[in-house]
């Protein structure tokens, strides 16, 4: 399709420098078109409405291919939306360009035990190196099948790092706690670790809002 902006009859006469500026200009605008879908894409996650959210991702990679490996976000709306599969591929695809992530490969084992069972998402579990944060080490074990909750609470406890720290080590902590026992089908604990993420040990970043997020999708704020 050629924009009528662009159309050769209006061309003639024009220099190549300002042709470029105008294209250039184009481009950008694209650009910025998929900036306000990533915009409108979050919070419509952040607004519990993930089915919507999911639309509007789709509509980033439609103008910015290139970012489909980098929208992770993507992926956690594909799960409250309850498409799974896509779910998993999202998280398979940020793998690629994200390989040292345990957040990454516990919510692809959550995406692979809601589609496929418990088992199928311990074998296809993503192997991770490299995350030093606390208590992510921890996290992957107890989704690996060899470690306990009990450590995960217990690498969180430390208050060592500072009140903050503490306080944002607890939110993942119970965060991926209720997402590890909501894979596991056991509701009563799922909601209990999700409402200490959500409340108790709340924090403002996306993943702290994502534990709110949840609460709000599964009824547990009334």
Known sequence: MILPFFAPSRLRGWSK???LLLFTSFLHAEEKSAQTYMREAVSLFFEAKPKESVAAFDKVIELAPQTAPQLWQRGLALYYAADYQEGR???ELHQT???HDVENAA???ICVAKSDGLEAAQKALISIEGDARVPMKEVHDLFAGKGTEEAVLK???NKDAGAEEWRNQQCYAHLYLG??????GHTEKAKEHMLKAAKDFSMDHY???TAQVHVKLRGWDK
Do not use: D
Not at 179 to 184: D, N, P, R, T, W
């Open 17 to 19: 420098s300002f042709l």
């Open 89 to 91: 591929k999202q998280f």
């Open 97 to 99: 360009v994200n390989p």
């Open 107 to 109: 919510w692809h084992f």
């Open 155 to 157: 690498a969180a406890a």
């Open 179 to 184: 997402l590890y026992h909501e894979a596991l």
């Open 207 to 209: 993943m702290g809002q």
